[in-house]
């Protein structure tokens, strides 16, 4: 996308907060937005507008395989907290619990066991709470 | 999987070997098991049972999701030598171009820029070398 | 090893199964296996065949030594839940606390400042746990 | 430095020393130090001596420099509970919530969303607890 | 930032240009964007934007204390490819030789000796380049 | 050690640079200090004294086992330029090409296969340069 083509700057605002509130409901979206403090506002302005409104509307790939991308991101770069809001949305959008669980058995051979083990317990957590394991 | 219903431990050897020559070629399979020395041949012998016998033949993800995926666990972990031969193989599994480069923009948010930036390099490099960039 | 001399499936199922026994107690064996789903069972496999029978059964180096390493790898990881059990699985193995102390001392120039604090930590409580400290 | 220009190594312990209790106050520095065992001890010393007494007082940046960059090293390295500790004597060493806040952002495009997102959570706490948030 | 008091997007992508010429010449800046294919346009433009025209212009941190925090940051990534860019660019924005010391030594306590080691050979092949080593 | 009870600095200093001297030749010690500029001196003194001096020769474990353990924690951290200074010291400190191996083989499950295949690629071509392959 070259500069003078992209979408206004308030309409990337608006489609990124729409993503938020699909993946992850008002607690991850508008509610997280209205509690941000001076201090916390930035960063929730770079994950509505950046994150989500630029880059999980970009083309190509749909958000079902954007989230199990994000899966293994996160399970490669150790990020547990993020595991367990992404699980959610995962399922929220369209991946399957065996989907999910090929793609930590994907990342056990690359990002080694110790990754793996993590992530799967974090995820069986998850889906427990939802009902789903 | 329970142990007592896996395939024989020879299926999944020929079965491993295969998808090393179909995303490879005989260079990244035959080839590299033959030069193998009593150093190495433990390593290929994982890399052909446990990771493209076992794990690429697990249910759910076809070779073209599981390419994406282990570009995306690669950029996260920096590994740049491996990046080189699973963007090759990710052409071959149906990965297009633009699916390369999207996997890639999702990476930078997740994974930082520059880990981004090593493997858009290393990827439109091998892209060049193909003819397809 | 060559696929044709490898022990059978069963036999490294059953090797893994008696490595994880010693190590970890039924707690970390048998009940972690019968308490699997159908979300983590490849996950359990994959730890009882490849990660226990396998590895841990390779040559050259004994399960102390073995214990050594791991507890550096997870060290250099920042995988701290696994530190917890490997460090009770150290002890088992017949690693000191002073050897323990050393392996961490030894992290700490490598693997920097903050990641041994924390496999300090980590240990230090395991250690105390079992009346070691 | 070449070695024979050092300081004694008693007045390193000691300035570092200092360096923690003006950080950390006495519960960070005299009271982990009285606290330490045969077990925990050589890496208080090490955090003393080669930490806080040589590295925390080499010339050209001052502690209040030292402090971001340290924030930023331990976001990159996703150590949390060092994160909370270094966000308390960063604002000790001056400073203030804002520039905190900016380094923060300044990870966040060099070592991904999700460690930012980490160590904002952690950074919202402290100050939260310091009455700055 | 509150997404409508942000400066217009082209005023951001000018911006961010500038900042890339003043700190890598016009060879780290328009001929690299002249040079972008299809593949590396999406990735030439979020350097543009979001790195440069959003981030280090944000307030609080002068470029100075900017490009320490980046070869920080690098060096805790291991990103040397950027360590190398960033080594020249720093010195451009008025970090001397000494502070780009300092700033790696620091690194050497919290990222490891191993990731120190590696960005001072890569800082004094630069700066050796440079007629400054 | 409290510090009262280290032995004096400059007898660290000797004391680590006669383990550089043993482990990598006159061409890792004295040439690599005398080499030194301004820049890199601090480096080297830190490499001398606390990884060498004061690490190395810390109790309980031999060198053999800490180069087991560097080879270990490098391959984590994906410091190849180091695994090939280390893995030439391991042999120089009696660790067999075999125990490298399977040094490595462990390192496989806890850091993942591409960690494991770069220190595999370094390694063998170091044991070729050495004859030993």
New interface residues.
Partial sequence: ????K?P???DI?AAGLQVRRDMFGMAGADEQIEAA???????Q???????FGE?WN????DRK??S???I???T????Q??VRVHVRAAIQNGV???????????????????????S??T??DV?KQMGL?
């Fill in positions: 996308m070259s500069a003078d992209r206004e700057d308030k605002y403090t001076d201090f916390t506002r930035p960063l302005d770079v994950v509505t507008r950046f994150c880059t970009r083309p190509c790939l395989m954007r199990m991308l994000t293994a991101l996160l490669a770069l150790g990020k907290n993020q399957s619990k065996d989907e999910i669980r090929e793609v930590l058995m994907h990342c056990l051979v690359y990002a080694g066991l110790p990754a793996a083990v993590d799967f317990a995820s069986a889906l394991e």
